[in-house]
């Protein structure tokens, strides 16, 4: 019976210790496997923050909201509630849509003009759309750097383009209030997002 019980203690470790599941990338954090909902935002200054939204069908955008603006006003005024959808360990990636447009989805290209990779935005049709899971274009590495100010902070990388990170800075040619991407050795060097959970 001892040596049952051992086994089961055994595989109970192992379970609850390989829920997170390193990236594979170099220098990369553990990332958490989980799916979850918020509004991207990222430091501007001392009273405002910049945050992510759909403005056109075209790419992602940053705009600046007070940071004692209430986040459920926000995301009932703009399309800025997305969800990131983890794909499991085979595929160690999140898919980023609308939460008010579940068929726009983020999804990576790089701008001729400027040279630089930023976030555009797919539709993928369907009552339930989900897009190529094998297209690393639509897949995201989301870093947990801990947590600040209640919540949860994470540096994003593009599974197309390793080493670039979404940053808080646009396309100088194309759109300067863009999302684009910056490249950086580490998940640390990278800009902050918080997720913030209306």
């Known amino acids: 019976m001892?040596?049952?019980?051992?086994?089961?203690?055994?595989?109970?470790?192992?379970i609850s210790g390989c829920g997170k599941k390193n990236n594979g990338l170099p220098n990369a954090l553990a990332t958490n496997p989980e799916s979850f909902n918020g509004i991207f935002l990222t430091e501007k200054d001392a009273t405002n923050y910049n945050y992510l939204t759909i403005t056109t069908a075209i790419m992602l955008y940053r705009q600046t909201v007070t940071k004692d603006y209430p986040l459920s006003d926000l995301k009932n005024e703009?399309?800025?509630?997305?969800?990131?959808?983890?794909?499991?360990?085979?595929i160690?990636?999140?898919?980023?849509?609308?939460?008010?447009?579940?068929?726009?989805f983020w999804r990576v290209y790089k701008s001729a003009a400027d040279n630089k990779w930023a976030v555009g935005l797919q539709d993928v049709p369907g009552a339930s759309p989900v897009p190529d899971l094998y297209d690393l274009s639509y897949q995201f590495i989301f870093h947990k750097l801990g947590k600040e100010n209640g919540m949860d902070v994470v540096a994003i990388e593009s599974k197309f383009a390793p080493g670039h990170f979404l940053s808080n800075t646009g396309l100088p040619v194309n759109a300067v209030n863009a999302a684009s991407f910056t490249q950086h050795d580490t998940p640390q060097q990278a800009t902050k997002f918080y997720i913030g959970k209306p």
């Open 2 to 14: 001892i040596p049952r019980i051992l086994l089961l203690v055994t595989i109970t470790a192992c």
């Open 78 to 90: 703009k399309d800025c509630y997305f969800f990131a959808d983890w794909r499991g360990t085979g």
């Open 92 to 104: 160690n990636a999140w898919f980023v849509s609308s939460v008010k447009d579940k068929n726009t």
